[in-house]
């Protein structure tokens, strides 16, 4: 897998990891409760890609932003990600999220 395919593969796939989008799924019941709007993750360029025949395991970074009640908050972390290689190319078969807890952003 060529690097530079990795942010391809992972856009595409990202939004429905388990046939549901993953931040309704994992974030999204207690959203609401929590007053969590405007939510954005953005993933940046592998910093380590290892390729195994049909497998591969990637690691980027990601920065996930979201308003609480009101203020802007930021959560700078990493994403690993495990792929597979199938008949259609290259499919997310599990990821993490690893990083600490959102903190206000800095003002602009």
């Known amino acids: 897998m060529a690097p530079a395919l990795i942010p391809q593969v992972l856009a595409a796939q990202l939004p429905h990891v388990g046939g549901v989008r993953w931040s309704t799924r994992h974030l999204g019941a207690s959203d609401a409760k ?7 993750v953005v993933i940046g360029t592998p910093t380590r890609v290892e390729v195994e ?7 980027v970074p990601a920065t996930y932003t979201f308003t609480e009640k ?6 700078a ?11 259609g ?3 997310i078969h599990g990821w993490t999220w690893t990083g600490p807890k959102a903190a206000k952003a800095a003002a602009k």
């Not at 009101?70 to 959560?75: E, H, I, K």
């Open 70 to 75: 009101g203020v802007a908050m930021r959560a």
């Open 34 to 40: 929590r007053g969590i709007t405007d939510q954005k």
């Open 77 to 87: 972390s990493q994403m690993t990600f495990t792929l597979k290689k199938g008949a």
């Open 89 to 91: 190319g290259w499919l």
């Open 53 to 59: 025949g049909a497998s591969a395991y990637v690691i």
